[in-house]
């Protein structure tokens, strides 16, 4: 059975009710590390935390696994993005009770991407398909996630991430991505 290990920052910080997402990449290691986290957290009784996010994004699956443990967490959740959150660490944010971002930070939503479809996939319609329906599903998780905590509508959602582009902190309040600029 694997065991993640908390490293020496991860565990000062969690001494202080801090989770950072620093991840160049969202992906197994992400998961592990916040659930690792969640559990010492709750252990300690679910006290209130705060979530410093500096992250590119990532894998959407390990992405919403992190976001649904965030989000049933019992203590009071507080995500500031520091830098950036793109992509998937803009979807972990929206796990947060209150969101935050310094001034000049930036936030990206966007539509998925399926990075290692290989040939195969390609030549073969009902692969092409199978994955198309996939994306899909993954995306409309995420649609539903970001209309709820911005209280857009999904086609809102959907022409914000068609744009691709990182949002200011202000754009980003001004959406509904974040609620407090610091």
């Known amino acids: 059975m694997f065991k993640f290990e908390l490293n020496e920052t991860q565990r000062n910080l969690l001494q202080r009710n801090i989770i950072e997402i620093t991840d ?3 992906g197994g290691e992400t998961f592990y590390y916040v659930r690792e986290a969640l559990l010492q ?3 300690r009784g679910s006290p209130d935390i705060q979530i410093f996010i500096s992250c590119r994004g990532g894998m959407v699956d390990p992405g919403l696994d992190a976001y649904d443990m965030l ?3 019992e203590g009071k959740k507080t995500g500031v993005v520091v830098g ?9 944010l929206q796990a947060c009770d209150t ?7 930036g936030i990206l939503i966007h539509h998925i991407a399926q990075g ?7 030549r073969s319609p009902k692969k092409t398909a199978e994955l198309r329906n996939s994306l899909e599903r993954s ?11 911005t209280g857009k509508t999904v086609e809102e959602i959907s022409k914000a991430c068609e744009r691709d582009v990182a949002m200011s902190a202000e754009e980003a309040k001004e959406f509904g991505l974040i609620d407090e600029i610091i």
Do not use: C, P, W
Request: proline share 0%.
């Open 139 to 149: 995306q409309q998780k995420q649609y539903k996630i970001l209309s709820g905590k």
């Open 41 to 43: 957290l709750t252990a």
């Open 99 to 105: 969101r935050k971002a310094y001034q000049h930070a």
């Open 116 to 122: 290692s479809v290989s040939l195969d996939v390609l």
């Open 71 to 73: 989000r049933y967490y």
């Open 84 to 92: 950036f959150a793109m992509s998937m660490a803009a979807i972990i």
């Open 24 to 26: 160049e990449n969202i």
